[in-house]
């Protein structure tokens, strides 16, 4: 398997999904996470969750994943039912697998943007598995300014509603690559098309309590580098009217949240995930 550290986290992902859709009250279940986690996917997550606290800590990691998936899962389908709203595009796609797992409507182009060698092992493990939609892998980097010339040369038309998936990758990028990366979305979404993504707050970087996960990312060689806590100035900022959530609150619980939810206007250093749904300015 010729993953980087960064495609490997994708495997850590399909694990958590898999180990979610292995419960009797599980909130999303994705029947490929299993093949996809492989043997080195549930050995990945076992070492994150012994990094962490135990009790509520790691049960909370746990949910967040859980809950990202749902979360996302309802955002996508629901774009994908507009009208006209016939591209979804999911930038750094990993193990995703909502081509194959979710309904879509007729004539849905779902375009997967990921490195060679993610979008390769993917394609091993679910050879003969037929994808839901019109799915078009797109094997390009995110770092390489040239990954929309990929897009476009896959079929993706700038000129028409998109919805946008960045499910677990801005946390891994320097702020400059954030940017850079939301700018172009923006260039290639026209005025009503859907982003969708996760982040973390600043402090989730720098606190003593996330210390040791924080090791393992940087140990594997993929440590995160971005946090923010204005969510909704940084989308604005590319042209997208964003809405914030944190797990927990209406509409991104699912009965699955352990913890009380800190209120934004909280002024300590918290833990904070943020889920966030945003429309291109006309």
Known sequence: MNL?????????????????????????????????????????????????????????????????????????????????????????????????????????????????????????RLAGQPPRADRRAVPADLASPSWPDALTGAGYRPDRPSAWLLEGLLFYLPEPAVHRVLDQIADLSAPGSLIAADLVNAAALAMPGQRALLDVFAGWGCPWLFGCDEPEVLFARHGFKADVTQPGEAGADFGRWPDPVPPRDLAEDVYRVFLVTGRRHG
């Open 4 to 124: 980087d550290a960064v495609g490997r986290t994708a495997l850590v992902t399909a694990a958590m999904r898999a180990a979610e859709t292995a419960r009797t009250d599980a909130i999303h279940r994705d029947p490929y996470a299993a093949a996809l986690a492989g043997d080195l996917g549930p050995a990945l997550l076992a070492e994150l969750l012994a990094a962490g606290p135990g009790g509520s800590g790691a049960s909370g990691r746990r949910a967040v994943n859980a809950i990202r998936t749902r979360f996302f899962d309802r955002c996508l389908s629901a774009a994908a039912r507009e009208p006209g709203m016939r591209q979804v595009v999911v930038a750094g796609a990993g193990m995703d697998s909502r081509a194959y797992r979710m309904a879509w409507p007729e004539g849905v182009r779902y375009f997967e943007v990921d490195r060679p060698p993610v979008l390769d092992y993917k394609r091993q």
